[in-house]
Structure formats: structure tokens, C-alpha cells
């Protein structure tokens, strides 16, 4: 017998699908499907917004460091869009 329609309790703390292993390729897939970029030149925009979640830099030397690091690192933004969170509790403004 196949199970079409998931039961409601299948997911949950330390239940579920688990992680999942991507090659490159298929991680590059999804980068390029939701937009998401590689820093890849120094003061591209997923540097420039890696940028603004740092404390200002007091010398723009300690600035161009950083984006030449991000490059280096290949660092990029993750957006997640989150419905539930299991353990914490964030306090959100009410919707007026």
C-alpha cells in the first residue's frame, strides 16, 4: 500500500527527512534558482550585503579586507523563510 497524504505527525523535533547531502552542482542549482549569489568580485552585492550585517570597519582598508575575504571565502547570503521554530520564542510587532 502507498501513502499519498502525509500524516500530520511525520514531522517534528527529531522527526522527519533529516539533513541532506547536495553535490556542488545541485547547490549551485539552487543558488541560481532563488537568486542566491557567490560573492565573487570585491564589493559585488552579496558582499556589500554581508557588509552591512558587520559593526562598521573604522579604516576603509579594514572595509576593502573584508570583501576581498568574502571573495576568497566565497561566502554568500542565506535567506530563510521561516513558519515554525521549535524551542525558542521570538517576539514579533503586532500586525495594526
Do not use: W
Not at 8 to 24: C, F, K
Not at 54 to 76: G, H, K, S
Not at 80 to 96: C, F, H, K, M
Amino acid at each position: 500500500m502507498t501513502q499519498t497524504v502525509k500524516d500530520a505527525n511525520t514531522y517534528g523535533p527529531g522527526r522527519g527527512p533529516g539533513a541532506l547531502a547536495l553535490s556542488d552542482e545541485q547547490l549551485a542549482q539552487l543558488f541560481c534558482a532563488h537568486r542566491m549569489g557567490v560573492s565573487t568580485v570585491p564589493g559585488d552585492d552579496a558582499g556589500r550585503e554581508l557588509l552591512g550585517m558587520q559593526p562598521a570597519f573604522e579604516r576603509p582598508a579594514d572595509e576593502a579586507a573584508f570583501l576581498q575575504n568574502m571573495v576568497a571565502d566565497r561566502r554568500l547570503v542565506i535567506r530563510l523563510r521561516v513558519s515554525r521554530l521549535y524551542g525558542t520564542a521570538i517576539d514579533l510587532p503586532s500586525a495594526q
